[in-house]
């Protein structure tokens, strides 16, 4: 969910109970109880994350027929996405992605592509964003 709010998304979360950390995120609405498809209104991107499998698969099946993406995050087949594991330096961000089979796979292997990138490639990529927007201005 914090990670959503980075880039700007207002985010909800359903849950009967909520982690202490979950509760001090900041962008982050926290509903308390059961999922019910009036949780759906006014959504377009929705992720299932619950711990049943049959309620995931029913939030699914809701959106589908709303027309909004949903993510299941125990059924890639039910999911109309999958994120990114990002790594984020400066001006550079670096995503890996294994379609959601292996979150832990894609998130250590964007440490470690982050790890290779030196303080030299990161100002180089400066000089080359002043100048595109040098040649925008033009």
């Known amino acids: ?20 950390g979950f509760v001090g995120l900041t962008k982050v609405s926290c509903v308390k109880g059961s ?29 589908q027929l709303r027309g909004i993406l949903c993510m299941t995050v125990d059924a890639t087949s039910a999911s109309d996405y999958s994120f990114m594991a990002t790594e984020v330096k400066d001006d550079l961000l670096i995503g890996v992605s294994t379609y ?11 440490g470690q592509l982050m790890a290779t990138i030196s303080d030299q490639q990161l100002d180089a990529l400066e000089q080359m964003i002043k100048k595109r927007k040098k040649n925008q201005s033009n």
Request: charged share 20%; with cysteine; aromatic share 8%.
């Open 1 to 20: 969910a914090e990670k959503l709010t980075e880039f700007g998304a207002d985010v909800t979360c359903v849950s009967e109970k909520f982690s202490p």
């Open 35 to 63: 999922y019910n498809t009036s949780h759906l209104n006014g959504m377009s991107l929705v992720v299932a994350a619950t711990d049943d499998p049959v309620v995931n698969t029913e939030i699914y099946e809701n959106c």
């Open 100 to 110: 959601g089979k292996s979150p832990s796979y894609s998130k250590a292997l964007a």
